[in-house]
């Protein structure tokens, strides 16, 4: 099983930044993809940001150009930074890591606040 441990929500004004981290830990074998998803108050769970092995990282287009993700793959740890927050960037973003071992999986963290108001 993959443990997943997010940091760095808080409360921010808009137009600031933040940056998240998640660091993986238990069985690490088979793990090819990293990243961010956040679920809003009434709303379905959303991707916000991956980095798969092989190919460029993906982002919801809502975050294109505000949000980078980046990825440790040695240590199996990844990073959001959220630059020009919006009030509607409000929401609880969960780490996610996806891992293949004969079948595919995922793995999910217990999700950290991010809210954005003045």
């Known amino acids: 099983q993959v443990q997943l441990v997010e940091s760095g929500g808080a409360l921010v004004q808009p137009g600031g930044s933040l940056r998240l981290s998640c660091a993986a830990s238990?069985?690490?074998?088979?793990?090819?993809?990293m990243g961010w998803y956040r679920q809003a108050p009434g709303k379905q769970r959303e991707l916000v940001a991956e980095?798969?092995?092989?190919?460029?990282?993906d982002y919801a287009d809502s975050v294109k150009g505000r949000f980078t993700i980046s990825r440790v793959k040695g240590n199996h740890t990844v990073f959001l930074q959220m630059n020009s927050l919006k009030p509607e960037d409000t929401a609880v973003y969960y780490c996610?890591?996806?891992?293949?071992?004969?079948?595919?999986?995922?793995?999910w963290g217990q999700g950290t606040q991010v809210t954005v108001s003045s």
């Open positions: 980095d798969i092995d092989t190919r460029s990282p």
């Open positions: 238990g069985s690490l074998v088979g793990i090819y993809s």
């Open positions: 996610n890591a996806q891992t293949y071992r004969g079948y595919h999986l995922d793995h």
